[in-house]
């Protein structure tokens, strides 16, 4: 905190926050990510089964992933506050973040992927996404992605992510181990990650955007893109017909002129849906009609 000229910040809230915004699963260890909707369940084929021992297998299957991974959350979250608690990664609010680079010309590394970085980013900022959006088309990725649409990637708009291996090699090809970075994501739990595998490399001059750009105000940071930082991270038709959080904070300071966009939204969604419905039933009364002699 003292190489970039600011006062220590107090972290008693930090492992709040950590508890906060580990809703995400990631499975660490430096290689790959995690998430429960992406689980590949392997059925059993094994004829001499019942139906219910088949259903009983995948479940207890299904249950042991979803242990696996809140153990590893665990584990890294420990980790994570050990390197804050020790202050090998320095805690900064978004306001001093965005004091550090106007005052001292520190770099803001993003770590966030290309769907959010795309919408909203900190002029000056350099992105090296530590996971980011997995376009690959075999069968295995394309199965995931089914599953993550299915499972509810429709409504929040969260694309299946995968682990960069090549984060921390470009990290290094930007920057000497003596530099000094303020790491920062949409939510403050990707950073981390970034962070805790930046020291494993030898980094020691980490500072971490506690919140992360999602937890901004609008002035502390020089933005560029469409969007505010709040809504980076949004998605789906969630955020098609205004219901996420992060929109519900700003119609209760924008008011009903806010509002009324979305309202309108889930008023064209309905007769849509209505159009579609009576088209249907016409079809088929038209089809009903050839068949008939």
């Known amino acids: 905190m003292e190489a970039l000229g600011l006062p220590c910040v107090s972290t008693s809230g930090t492992f709040r926050t950590l508890q906060r915004t580990a809703n995400t699963k990631i499975s660490l260890g430096g290689k790959c990510t995690s998430y429960s909707s992406s689980q590949k369940i392997k059925p059993c084929y094994r004829t001499h089964y019942s139906r219910r021992s088949i259903v009983s297998m995948v479940v207890n299957e299904s249950e042991e992933v979803e242990v696996r991974q809140m153990r590893e959350m665990s584990e890294a979250r420990k980790r994570w506050e050990a390197l804050i608690r020790d202050e090998k990664i320095k805690v900064l609010t978004p306001k001093e973040a965005g004091y550090a680079i106007q005052l001292s010309n520190t770099t803001l ?22 996971f980011d959006v997995d376009n690959r088309l075999d069968a295995g990725n394309i199965s995931k992605k089914t599953t993550s649409f299915v499972m509810g990637g429709w409504w929040s708009g969260v694309p299946v992510l995968s682990y960069n291996s090549q984060f921390v090699p470009k990290v290094e090809e930007l920057f000497p181990k003596d530099s000094d970075l303020i790491v920062a994501c949409q939510k403050g739990l990707r950073s981390l990650a970034a962070c805790e595998q930046l020291y494993n490399a030898g980094y020691r001059n980490l500072f971490w955007v506690q919140g992360g750009l999602e937890s901004a105000e609008e002035g502390d940071f020089v933005r560029e893109g469409s ?7 949004i998605g789906g038709l969630s955020e098609f017909l205004g219901w996420t959080d992060q929109q519900r904070v700003a119609a209760a300071n924008e008011g009903w002129s806010y509002r009324l966009v979305f309202s309108a939204r889930l008023a064209g969604l309905v007769l849509l849906a209505d159009g579609l419905f009576l088209g249907a039933q016409q079809i088929g009364h038209y089809l009903q009609d050839l068949k008939s002699p």
């Open 109 to 130: 590394l993003d770590v966030r992927p290309s769907t959010e970085y795309s919408k909203a980013r900190v002029k000056g900022s350099k992105w090296i996404p530590i």
């Open 227 to 233: 969007q505010p930082f709040l809504f980076a991270g």
